[in-house]
């Protein structure tokens, strides 16, 4: 059974850093290319970042240039490290796993970490 668990979510202050993780289990990252989503209050699910399974990484205009998605296949994990967070980066954040970034929906997901930014 394939299984992706994100960690690292919890309270971050306006303008701290965050480091979110992803480990999965039931299947090996290898191959696959790894994304991140997240779903503010009252919205729907957004894509914000992926790496393909050559390393290549994407990312939404909304992190773009404070965000770092990485992945470690020997580890079977995957991480993705936001900087200068806002208000607005309050959400449910979530990791999936696809054969490519494009993909509009991913062959699996986890069940999300909550991450709030407030002072």
């Known amino acids: 059974q394939v299984q992706l668990v994100e960690s690292g979510g919890g309270l971050v202050q306006p303008g701290g850093s965050l480091r979110l993780s992803c480990t999965a289990s039931?299947?090996?990252?290898?191959?696959?290319?790894i994304g991140w989503f997240r779903q503010a209050p009252g919205k729907g699910r957004e894509g914000i970042a992926c790496i393909t399974h050559e390393g290549s990484p994407r990312y939404s205009a909304d992190i773009q240039g404070r965000s770092t998605i990485s992945r470690d296949n020997a580890e079977n994990r995957a991480y993705l490290q936001m900087n200068s967070v806002q208000a607005d980066d309050t959400a449910i954040y979530y990791c999936g796993v696809d054969r490519s970034c494009s993909s509009r929906y991913f062959e699996h997901y986890g069940q999300g970490t909550q991450v709030i930014v407030s002072s």
């Open positions: 039931g299947l090996s990252l290898d191959g696959y290319a």
